[in-house]
C-alpha cells in the first residue's frame, strides 16, 4: 500500500462517523446551529464528503467505499498539477485556512498554526514542525495557495512524510 493510500484510508475513518464502512450523509456533522469554529469545521467536513460522494460514488448508491475513494483520489488528482484540484478540494482547503487565519489578514502565522492545531488538540510533537514545511516561499506565513498545495500533496505524494495534521484537524470531531 503506498503512502498517499494510507493516508487517504485514514482521512476515510475519521470522516467516517459511523463507522459502516461508507461514507454517506449519515457522517455529515449535525451541528447544533452555533457559529464560529465548530460551524467552519462542519462545513469543511461536509463539502469534503459531499465532494467524494459527487465524484466518487461510481455505482450511484450514495455513499462511497474505501476503493471508491481512492478510485476517485486516483482518477481526480493523481497526476494531476496543483491547479487541477476538484472544486471541492480547492473549498475544503479554502475553510481550513479560514479556521487557521485567526486575525483574518490573511496570512496565517505560525502562533496561528500552533493555536489552530492546540485547539483541535493535535498533541503530535511533529505537528508544530509542518509549518516550516508548509511555508514554501519561507516568508513565516502560510497563504491559501501553500494550503492548496499541501492538499495536493497529501491526496499524491509518494513518500510517506507529508505535512498531514494541518487537515487531519480539521475533520477530526
Known sequence: MGAYTTRVLRLFDLIDTSKNGYIDRDDLPRGDGSAGAQEQRDQI??????????????????????????????RTMVGTSVSDAPSYMREVTAGVFKLMDADGNGKVSKG????????RNITDPNAAGEFARLDRDGDGSLTVADLNHANHHFFTAPEADVPEHWLLAAVSA
Open 45 to 74: 467536513v461536509q463539502a469534503l464528503i459531499m465532494g467524494f460522494i459527487k465524484a466518487g460514488d461510481s455505482n450511484m448508491d450514495t455513499r462511497v467505499t474505501k476503493q471508491e475513494m481512492l478510485a476517485c483520489v486516483e
Open 112 to 119: 496561528e498554526f500552533e493555536q489552530y492545531l492546540r485547539a
